[in-house]
C-alpha cells in the first residue's frame, strides 16, 4: 500500500512549522528594535526611540495576523504536486479537502480527514484522494449546503472580511443502498490563503450546484469506486474543550505576567522605558502564540468519541 502523503508526521512537520515561522513573525519587529537601541543606545531616551518602539509593537501585533491565513495551508501547494504525480495525470479535477460527517472536527490539527481531486463525470461524483477514492451517483446526492457562511454574507459583494476566519465547507447528503442519511464536508484546497481557500470554496459549490442541476445525458456505464467512507470516530469535535486548556491557557498567563513583571519592571526602574515596553510586547506576543500551540496539542491528545 502507498504510503500516504497527507500523514500525521506530515502535519505536525507542518504545524510546528507554522508555529514557529508565527513566532519569527511576531518577533521580528522586535529583535531589529533591540538590534537598533544596542547599536545607538543614545535613541532610549529620544522622540526617535519611542516611535522606533511604537513601530515595533504596531508590526509585531499585524504581522502574524497577516501570515497566518497563509501558514494554515504550510505545505498545501507541494502536497497538491505530489498527489497528482502519484496518479500521473489521472486525478482531474478541483484539489479538495475531504472529512465524513457533518460535524466540523479535527484530524490531527487538521479540518481535513484526506485530500484529493474532486471531478464531476457525466453521471457521478468522482473523488480520488491520498487515502481514499470513492464515486457518488448524481441520484445519490440528497442536497449541497454551505456551512460557515450566512445568507447575508452570501449577498455581500466583497467576501474577504467575513470569510478571513470562517470555516467555510460544502456539506453534501446522500444516500445509499443500505445507507440513508449519510454526510460527508468538502472544502476547496486549490488556493494558498485561507481567504483564498473560501472563496474557491462558494465557486466550488456553485459548479457543483449546476452539475446536479443539469438534464442526465445518455444513460452511460458507471464509474464504480466505492460508496465514500462514512467513519468519523478518529476525528475530534473542534467545539469540544480539551482537558486541561483552561488550566494551561490560566499557567502560561500567570507566568508570563511573571516575566513581564519582573523583567519589563526592573528596565521601568532603570529608566529603559522603551526597552521595558519592547520586552512586554514579546514576552505577551510569545504567550500567545505558545498559548494556542498547546491548546491544539491538547485537543490531539484527548480521546475521540
Avoid at 40 to 48: F, I, M, N, V
Avoid at 84 to 109: D, Q, T
Wanted: glycine share 10%.
Amino acid at each position: 500500500m502507498t504510503e500516504p502523503l497527507f500523514s500525521a508526521r506530515q502535519r505536525a512537520h507542518n504545524r510546528n512549522l507554522a508555529m514557529l515561522l508565527l513566532l519569527l513573525a511576531g518577533s521580528g519587529p522586535y529583535g531589529l528594535a533591540f538590534a537598533v537601541l544596542t547599536l545607538w543606545p543614545g535613541l532610549e531616551t529620544t522622540p526617535a526611540g519611542g516611535t522606533l518602539t511604537a513601530v515595533a509593537l504596531l508590526l509585531s501585533a499585524g504581522a502574524p495576523w497577516l501570515v497566518q491565513g497563509r501558514l494554515a495551508l504550510l505545505g498545501n501547494r507541494r502536497l497538491q504536486r505530489e498527489l497528482a504525480r502519484r496518479y500521473l495525470g489521472e486525478a482531474e479535477g478541483e484539489f479538495v479537502g475531504w472529512s465524513p460527517g457533518e460535524r466540523l472536527r479535527s484530524w490531527e490539527g487538521e479540518t481535513d480527514q484526506d485530500v484529493g481531486f474532486l471531478a464531476c463525470g457525466e453521471g457521478e461524483l468522482l473523488y480520488r484522494g491520498d487515502q481514499f477514492t470513492w464515486s457518488l451517483r448524481r441520484e445519490q446526492i440528497d442536497r449541497l449546503e454551505l456551512q460557515g457562511v450566512t445568507p447575508d454574507q452570501l449577498g455581500a459583494s466583497r467576501l474577504s472580511r467575513s470569510l478571513a476566519s470562517l470555516p467555510v465547507r460544502i456539506a453534501v447528503f446522500w444516500h445509499g443502498p443500505r445507507d440513508p442519511g449519510r454526510v460527508f464536508t468538502l472544502a476547496s484546497r486549490d488556493a494558498d490563503t485561507v481567504t483564498g481557500t473560501a472563496t474557491a470554496t462558494l465557486r466550488l459549490h456553485r459548479a457543483l450546484l449546476r452539475w446536479r442541476e443539469e438534464a442526465p445525458l445518455e444513460e452511460a456505464e458507471p464509474i464504480v469506486w466505492g460508496l465514500p467512507p462514512t467513519d468519523e470516530r478518529s476525528g475530534v469535535p473542534l467545539d469540544r474543550p480539551a482537558p486541561g486548556s483552561c488550566l494551561s491557557a490560566l499557567s502560561l498567563a500567570v507566568i508570563t505576567g511573571g516575566l513581564v513583571w519582573q523583567v519589563a519592571g526592573a528596565l521601568v526602574r532603570s529608566g529603559f522605558y522603551n526597552r521595558a515596553l519592547l520586552w512586554a510586547g514579546l514576552l505577551l506576543m510569545t504567550s500567545i502564540v505558545l498559548t494556542g500551540h498547546i491548546l491544539m496539542y491538547l485537543q490531539l491528545k484527548q480521546k475521540n468519541e
